[in-house]
C-alpha cells in the first residue's frame, strides 16, 4: 500500500543506477539520518539514561558497524574468510596511537584515516595467502595473522611508546576549539564524529560494491575459475579485498580506542572479539550493507540491555549475566543459521517484497 | 553458410597435455578460420574440453604452440588471454549465482572498463558514465537474446536452458573475436536447442564472430558448422567439412565402437 | 654492516652452535615438542574424524578440550571419585553429541560446509558461556594423582648434562599413540568405520544403501569428545585447567593445514612437524624475538608449508576443472 514501485519509471539508466531507486526508500533513509543525527543527540532513547545511550549503545553500535561493513566485504562480497578482525583493528588503534604521539599537531581525524591505510597495507600483507589458498586453509591463515599481531601488540613496546602499563591511551584532541577525543570530550560529541564517518564510509562501500571492483569481488566469490577466464585478476581483485576491508577495520579500530574506550589493551583484539564481528556480519546477512546495520545492532544491544536489567532490575551479579549473553550469541547465531543462512537482510528483503505485493500474497 | 574469408585466426599446432601419467591430448593440430563455425566433437574423454581450456589459457600444455591473429601467443595467464578477445562459456554452468542476470551480464564488460578506485568510490562522473555506458550495451545484448523478462532475477533461480543463455550473453558482453562454446545444447529440449542454435548462427552473421564450439548432437553441428574436428582418446581422427568428415571411416568406428 | 653480520650470526650460525654445545638441552626441547605434538596430533585427529564424517570443520573441538577437563576437574571436587568423573564426562559428551546432531545438525544437513562451520563457532560461544556459569573460569589443577597417572620424572644422563622425562609426558605420549592407534584402526577395519567414510563421500549416496546418518553423527562427536578428554586431562597436566586450553586446540588447525583435513596420518605427522618446530623454534630462536613465539609460530610453519606444497602432506594435486 505504502511501498509500491508502481508508477515509477526510470528513464535513463542512471536513475536506475542510484543507491535508493525507490522513493519510499529514500524518505526512508533520509528519516534514519535525521533520528540518529537530531533525535538521539538532542533526546536519547526514551527510557534509557542519556549517558548510557550514548557511551554503552550508540557509539559502540556504529563503530562496531564500521567493523562490520569492513567484514562483510571480505566475506560477504568477496568470498574470502577472516578470524583476524580483532587483531586488525588492533593495527588500527595502534598505528593511531603512533601517529598522535609521533605528530602531536596532526587532526586526529587525520590520524584516524591514516591508521586506516596503515591496515589497509597490513591487511593485503596477510591477505597474500589467499592467492594460492582458499575456504579452511585461509581461515586458518589468518589465525596467523590474528595471534602474531596479538603478540607483536605486547612484545613490540615500540607500539605503546614503553609505557609501563601496556596498554595506550588518548590525549585529548581539539578540532575547531572543540575537544572531540580523550578523557575531557563530550560523548555527543564523539558520537557525531563516529557517525560521521560511519555515514561516508557507508556510502563508498555501496558505490564501490555496486560498481566494477565490487563486481569483480562478487566474481572471485561466486566462481573464482570463471572469473578469471572473464578477465579478473585474482591477484587484484583479492588484494584490493583485503585493502579496503581492512581500511574499514583499521579506522574502526582507531575510532574504538579514541573515540569510544579511551584507552584499550591487547585484550581488546583478542581472537573472541574477532568472533564476535564475524557473528554481526553472519546475523546481518553476508552480502548486504543493510545486513552489517542489522548484526551491529542486535548483536551489541541485546546483551548490553539484558546485562543492564539484569543488574538493575533483577540483581544479577555480572559473571552471570556475561555468561548469559555469550549464551545468547551463541544461541543466535545457531538459530539464524537454521532460519536462514542470509541473516536478518534477507528476511528484511523478502518482507519489504511482500510489502511491495500487499495485500496480494503474489 | 558464414561470411567465410581464408584467413586463419588461430592455429593450434602438435599440442600434448599431459596430467601426471594422464595424456589428455596428443599431437593435435588444426586451425579456426576467421568468421567460420568450428565444431569440435568426439565421444566423452576425447579432451574437447581440454582443448577449450589450452585455448583460453586455463590449461599450459606441455608442447605446442598457439598462433593467435598471426603472432605465435606466449604462455599467458587466462586473464590475460580474455584481453585478447576469446570469450568462452562453460560446459558445467559457470555463472555468477549470488548475482542477477544483468550483473551477470555486465561482468563481461569487466575489462572494457577502467575507471579507477576513486572514482568508482564515489561513483560520480567519469565512474557513472563508464557504468552507464556499458549497461547499455548490455541490454542491447540481452534484447538480442530475448531474456529481457529476468534481467533482475537471480541467475541460481533460473531453469537450466535460461542460464546457458545467459551464460552466452555474459560471454557476448565480451566483444569477441573468437566465442568458445562448451555444449550449448547439453541438456536441453528440442525447442530450447533450436532456439539456441538460431543465437549461434546469429552471432556469427550479425557480429561476424568466430565460434568455436564443442557439441554431442550430430545433427546439430552438421547443421551449423562450417567445419569439423574430429578428436578421440585425445588424438586428432579427422578434420574437415561435416560432410567430409561423416563419412570418415575412422570417425564411424570411434562413434559406432569396432573391436580394436 | 657489521649490525647485519651480527644479526645473520644469531640467526644462522649461535642457534646451531648452541645445539651442538649443549646436546643435552636440545634433546630436552625434541623430547618436549614431541609430547606436545602428539597432543596436537591427537586433537587435528578428533577435527579429522568429524571432518570426514560429516563434512563439518568442527570449530568447537578445541573447547570440547576445555570442556572435558574443566567438568572432570569439578566433578571430582563436588566429591565425586575420579573414575566416576571420569565416566560423568563420557557421559555428559554423550548427551552433548546426541543434543548437537538433534537440535543443530539435522537441522543444517545438505547445507553448505561455510554454514555448518560458523553453526560450529556458534556452538563454541554456547559452551564457553554455559561451562564459565557452571564450572566457573578460574584455572585449577589436573587431578592426575587421582586418575592414577605417574608423577615424578625420569632422568637419563647425557652428553656431561640430563634429559628429564616427566612421567606424565610418557604417559601422555603413550597413550595419545594407542589413541591414535585405536582410531585408525576403527577407521579402516570397523563396520562403522566405512560406513564414516561412506557418509563423508556422499550424504546422499549414504542414506540411500540403508546408513543412518544421525547415528553415525552422534558417534563420532561421542569419538571427538573422547579424544577431547584424554587431551584434556594432559594438557590441564602440563598447564592448567583454564580457558586457555583452547588457545592451545587452535593450534590442531596448523596441524590440519599441513596433513590435510582428511588425512589420519597427516593429523598425526602434521602434528609432530608442529610440535617440534615450534619448540625448536621456541628455543633457539624466540629469544631473538622476545618470548612468546610459540603463540603464532605454529601458524607461521603451516603457512610456510602451504606456500609450497598448497596440497598438504598427504593430498594430491588437484587439478582443476572447467
Not at chain 2, 125 to 144: K, L, M, S, T, Y
Not at chain 2, 177 to 183: K, N, Q, R
Not at chain 3, 174 to 184: E, F, K, N, Q, R
Request: glycine share 10%.
Amino acid at each position: 500500500m505504502f511501498y509500491r514501485e508502481t508508477g515509477q519509471f526510470k528513464s535513463k539508466y542512471k536513475e536506475e543506477l542510484a543507491a535508493f531507486p525507490l522513493f519510499e526508500d529514500k524518505i526512508g533513509v533520509g528519516i534514519l539520518l535525521l533520528l540518529a543525527y537530531v533525535a538521539i543527540p538532542i533526546f536519547g532513547i526514551p527510557g534509557l539514561s542519556y549517558e548510557f545511550t550514548l557511551s554503552a549503545i550508540m557509539i559502540p553500535v556504529v563503530i562496531f558497524t564500521i567493523t562490520t561493513l569492513g567484514l562483510n566485504i571480505l566475506l560477504g562480497f568477496a568470498g574470502q574468510i577472516s578470524l583476524g578482525t580483532g587483531a586488525f583493528m588492533g593495527v588500527g588503534a595502534y598505528s593511531c596511537y603512533k601517529f598522535m604521539t609521533i605528530f602531536p599537531d596532526l587532526n586526529i581525524l587525520i590520524c584516524v584515516i591514516l591508521s586506516g591505510l596503515v591496515t589497509a597495507f597490513v591487511g593485503m600483507l596477510f591477505g597474500l595467502p589467499s592467492l594460492r589458498i582458499k575456504g579452511f586453509y585461509l581461515m586458518v591463515a589468518t589465525l596467523a595473522a590474528q595471534f602474531f599481531l596479538e603478540w607483536a601488540f605486547i612484545r613490540i613496546p615500540w607500539l605503546y611508546n614503553y609505557n609501563n602499563s601496556g596498554g595506550i591511551e588518548g590525549p585529548n584532541k581539539e578540532m575547531f576549539g572543540i575537544i572531540i577525543s580523550g578523557p575531557q570530550s563530550d560523548a555527543t560529541t564523539r558520537y557525531l564524529v563516529c557517525l560521521t564517518f560511519l555515514v561516508l564510509l557507508t556510502w563508498l562501500a555501496s558505490n564501490v560494491i555496486r560498481g566494477r571492483i565490487g563486481r569483480s569481488w562478487m566474481m572471485i566469490r561466486d566462481m573464482d575459475i570463471a572469473a578469471e577466464l572473464i578477465g579478473v585478476r585474482p591477484l587484484t581483485a583479492k588484494l584490493s579485498a583485503f585493502a579496503f576491508s581492512s581500511f574499514y577495520v583499521g579506522i574502526s579500530g582507531a575510532l574504538m580506542v579514541f573515540f569510544w574506550l579511551g584507552a584499550a589493551e591487547v585484550e581488546s583484539f583478542d581472537i573472541n572479539h574477532s568472533f564476535t564481528y564475524l557473528f554481526m556480519v553472519i546475523i546481518g546477512g553476508l552480502g548486504s550493507i543493510t545486513g552489517c546495520y542489522m548484526g551491529a545492532i542486535l548483536v551489541w544491544v541485546i546483551p548490553v540491555l539484558i546485562k543492564e536489567i539484569g543488574k538493575t532490575s533483577f540483581g544479577y551479579d555480572a559473571f552471570v549475566m556475561e555468561n548469559l549473553s555469550i549464551i545468547l550469541l551463541g544461541f543466535m547465531i545457531v538459530v539464524i543459521l537454521i532460519v536462514e543462512p542470509h541473516g536478518l537482510a534477507r528476511l528484511w528483503q523478502i518482507a519489504k517484497q511482500k510489502l511491495r505485493m500487499w495485500p496480494f500474497p503474489y | 553458410m558464414g561470411n567465410i574469408d581464408q584467413n586463419v585466426m588461430m592455429e593450434v599446432k602438435n599440442i600434448n597435455l599431459r596430467f601426471g601419467g594422464v595424456i589428455a591430448i596428443q599431437d593435435v593440430s588444426f586451425d579456426i578460420l576467421e568468421g567460420e563455425i568450428r565444431a569440435i566433437i568426439g565421444p566423452n574423454g576425447a579432451g574437447k574440453s581440454s582443448m577449450l581450456n589450452v585455448i583460453n589459457g586455463f590449461y599450459h600444455p606441455q608442447e605446442g604452440e598457439i598462433w593467435y591473429r598471426g603472432e605465435k601467443r606466449p604462455s599467458m595467464e587466462p586473464y590475460e588471454i580474455a584481453k585478447t578477445g576469446i570469450a568462452r562459456t562453460f560446459q558445467n554452468i559457470a555463472l555468477f549465482k549470488g548475482m542477477t542476470t544483468i550483473e551477470n551480464v555486465m561482468t563481461g564488460r569487466q575489462l572494457k572498463m577502467n575507471k579507477n578506485f576513486f572514482w568508482q568510490m564515489i561513483r560520480y562522473g567519469p565512474a557513472i558514465e563508464e557504468e552507464v555506458e556499458h549497461r547499455r550495451r548490455c541490454e542491447e545484448i540481452i534484447d538480442f537474446l530475448e531474456i529481457n523478462h529476468i534481467r533482475k532475477t537471480p541467475v541460481g533461480a533460473l531453469p537450466y536452458g535460461l542460464q546457458k543463455r545467459v551464460e552466452l550473453a555474459r560471454a557476448l558482453a565480451m566483444d569477441p573475436t573468437l566465442l568458445l562454446l562448451d555444449e550449448p545444447m547439453a541438456g536441453m529440449n528440442v525447442e530450447e536447442k533450436q532456439d539456441m542454435s538460431r543465437f549461434i548462427v546469429d552471432v556469427n552473421e550479425e557480429f561476424g564472430t568466430t565460434i568455436a564450439l564443442i557439441e554431442h548432437d550430430m545433427a546439430v553441428v552438421m547443421d551449423l558448422a562450417d567445419r569439423v574436428v574430429v578428436l578421440d582418446y585425445g588424438k586428432l581422427l579427422a578434420d574437415g567439412t561435416p560432410n567430409e568428415v561423416q563419412k570418415n571411416q575412422a570417425v564411424i568406428d570411434a562413434y559406432l565402437g569396432v573391436p580394436h | 654492516m657489521e649490525t647485519l653480520i651480527e644479526i645473520l650470526y644469531l640467526i644462522f650460525v649461535s642457534p646451531f652452535a648452541e645445539m651442538v654445545a649443549y646436546p643435552d638441552l636440545f634433546f630436552q626441547g625434541i623430547w618436549d615438542g614431541f609430547v606436545s605434538g602428539t597432543l596436537y596430533g591427537l586433537i587435528a585427529l578428533g577435527f579429522v574424524l568429524i571432518f570426514k564424517a560429516s563434512g563439518v570443520f568442527n570449530f568447537s573441538q578445541p573447547i570440547l578440550v576445555v570442556l572435558a577437563a574443566l567438568s572432570l576437574v569439578s566433578f571430582y571436587k563436588m566429591g565425586i571419585p575420579a573414575w566416576i568423573s571420569v565416566i560423568l564426562v563420557l557421559v555428559m559428551f554423550y548427551v552433548l553429541a546426541f543434543l548437537i546432531e538433534r537440535l543443530i545438525l539435522r537441522k543444517l544437513v545438505n547445507q553448505d560446509g561455510n554454514i555448518l562451520f560458523m553453526s560450529t563457532i556458534g556452538l563454541t560461544f554456547l559452551i564457553i558461556g554455559s561451562a564459565q556459569w557452571i564450572f566457573g573460569g578460574r584455572p585449577s589443577a589436573m587431578i592426575t594423582d587421582e586418575l592414577g597417572l605417574p608423577n615424578g620424572s625420569l632422568e637419563w644422563p647425557m652428553f656431561g648434562g640430563g634429559v628429564y622425562f616427566e612421567m606424565i609426558d610418557i604417559s601422555a605420549a603413550v597413550i595419545a599413540s594407542i589413541m591414535i592407534v585405536i582410531l585408525a584402526l576403527f577407521f579402516s577395519k570397523t563396520k562403522i568405520g566405512r560406513g564414516l567414510r561412506a557418509v563423508a563421500d556422499d550424504h546422499q549416496a549414504a542414506l540411500s544403501v540403508g546408513i543412518s546418518l544421525n547415528q553415525i553423527w552422534v558417534i563420532v562427536w561421542f569419538v571427538a569428545g573422547v579424544v577431547a578428554l584424554v587431551t584434556g586431562i594432559f594438557w590441564g597436566a602440563r598447564s592448567d585447567v583454564s580457558f586457555a586450553l583452547q588457545i592451545i586446540g587452535f593450534k590442531a588447525l596448523p596441524v590440519l593445514i599441513i596433513g590435510g583435513f582428511t588425512s589420519v596420518p597427516g593429523a598425526i605427522i602434521g602434528g609432530l612437524i608442529i610440535g617440534l618446530g615450534e619448540k625448536v623454534f621456541e628455543i633457539y630462536w624466540g629469544p631473538l624475538l622476545g618470548s612468546g613465539v610459540e603463540g603464532w609460530f605454529a601458524y607461521i610453519i603451516a603457512l610456510i608449508f602451504l606456500l609450497f606444497r598448497p596440497q598438504g602432506l598427504f593430498g594430491d594435486k588437484i587439478i582443476e576443472r572447467v
